[in-house]
């Protein structure tokens, strides 16, 4: 049974952010989403969009928190309490964030991407342009890099698709360059 099978079972085949019916895919959370059923969620295209592009954020679109918050599913409590954080200048999201527990695995998952944390707070990654790099973006390699480990080279002008920031290093993006995943310099790559 594929995972979007699986989930639209799950979900009763409705967004579980929102409960549109129209334009679900299947959506890994970020940083490092293991995937399958325990790493993903059913989503409409509007929820996924806003919550993979904080400029397109509508708060009212959001008001649907208030009930899938309280899931039995780790992937839509992360995402709740990424966009309740994300919203949380407005009333209603901070009283519902307020209200929302998540297990400290949950919890750690959650503040993975940055989410909630203060603008002076966070570490921006930067490329060799000085381009702001965030999770999900694609990259390509500006220089041949050996991997430390093994005998893999990646090559000058790779791309690298769908990359992860390091929370805790402004220097250090990964992403899968083949099938290997690798931890690569900010100073090395270029934005696409």
Known sequence: MSIQKELEDRSGS????????????????????????????LGCTTCIGQVENSETTDANHWRCLNDSM??????????????????????WSQDLLDMMYLEDDALKWAKATGEGEEESEKIIHRDVNGVVLQNGDSVVLIKDLKVKGSSLVAKQGTAVRRISVDRENAEFIEGKVGPTQIVIITKYVKKL
């Open 14 to 41: 409705q967004c579980e952010l929102c409960g549109n019916k129209e334009g679900l895919q299947v959506y890994e959370l970020p940083p490092k989403s293991t995937g399958g059923l325990d790493g993903s969620l």
């Open 70 to 91: 309280w899931s039995e599913h780790d992937a839509v409590k992360v995402v709740a309490w990424r966009m309740l954080s994300r919203l949380k200048g407005e009333g």
